[in-house]
T-cell receptor
Framework: SAVISQKPSRDICQRGTSLTIQCQVD?????MFWYRQQPGQSLTLIAT?????????ESGFVIDKFPISRPNLTFSTLTVSNMSPEDSSIYLC???????????FGPGTRLLVL | AQKITQTQPGMFVQEKEAVTLDCTYD???????LFWYKQPSSGEMIFLIY??????QNATEGRYSLNFQKARKSANLVISASQLGDSAMYFC???????????FGAGTTVTVRA
């Protein structure tokens, strides 16, 4: 497995603002992903963070709302832009050391938008 | 159509007893992988166990075992000798073929009673 950290672990934000969430892995990984888990719901994949190129977004998610960076093989950020209360969720990053292996998750970021 | 179905929203189990969590899946791809994750109230997603579609034997990891019935398309998780720390939400997930995406079920909440 991999040791994955996320910052911040939780935050309370005002609507209309933006928050950047960081995901750091203790070793190089091939794949990094960002998920959203709305209250009482299951996980939904937002996008795959691609190293050195634009992220691949899933249906219903757009780059303007959720810009993602991945400057190297151990680090990625997800920004939640122009937040509204509907963005209140747990945001989780996950990694695969090599393609098609088990995905391991970070501890998550709990976001509350007022 | 739902790819992963977990029909038990919540379950209670007595400490030291075993509990079975149901998971059925839907795929036409002969190559797929099935995963179980545990999510305590802290929000992190903890990988528990993996079963590949071509694996001949049911997967086991300590107190966790996966009852894989391919013809019935079910992958039930069995937790033996339940402990208070097993109280959490449990998610079944599937990855199909060469796809990177995990499809998650709705989850089952397990509460272990002393």
């Amino acid at each position: 497995s991999a040791v994955i950290s996320q910052k911040p672990s939780r935050d309370i934000c005002q609507r209309g603002t933006s928050l950047t969430i960081q995901c750091q892995v203790d070793s190089q990984v091939t794949m990094m992903f960002w998920y959203r888990q709305q209250p009482g719901q299951s996980l939904t994949l937002i996008a795959t963070a691609n190293q050195g190129s634009e992220a691949t977004y899933e249906s219903g998610f757009v780059i303007d709302k959720f810009p993602i960076s991945r400057p190297n093989l151990t680090f990625s950020t997800l920004t939640v832009s122009n937040m509204s209360p509907e963005d209140s969720s747990i945001y989780l990053c996950s990694v695969e050391r090599h393609h098609q292996e088990t995905q391991y998750f970070g501890p998550g970021t709990r976001l509350l938008v007022l | 159509a739902q790819k992963i179905t977990q029909t038990q929203p919540g379950m209670f189990v007595q400490e030291k007893e075993a509990v079975t969590l149901d998971c059925t899946y839907d795929t036409s791809d002969p190559s797929y992988g099935l995963f179980w994750y545990k999510q305590p109230s802290s929000g992190e997603m903890i990988f528990l166990i993996y079963q590949g579609s071509y694996d001949q034997q049911n997967a086991t990891e300590g107190r966790y075992s996966l009852n894989f019935q391919k013809a019935r398309k079910s992958a039930n998780l069995v937790i033996s000798a339940s402990q208070l720390g097993d109280s959490a939400m449990y998610f079944c997930a599937m990855r199909e073929g060469k796809d990177y995406k995990l499809s998650f079920g709705a989850g089952t909440t397990v509460t272990v009673r002393a």
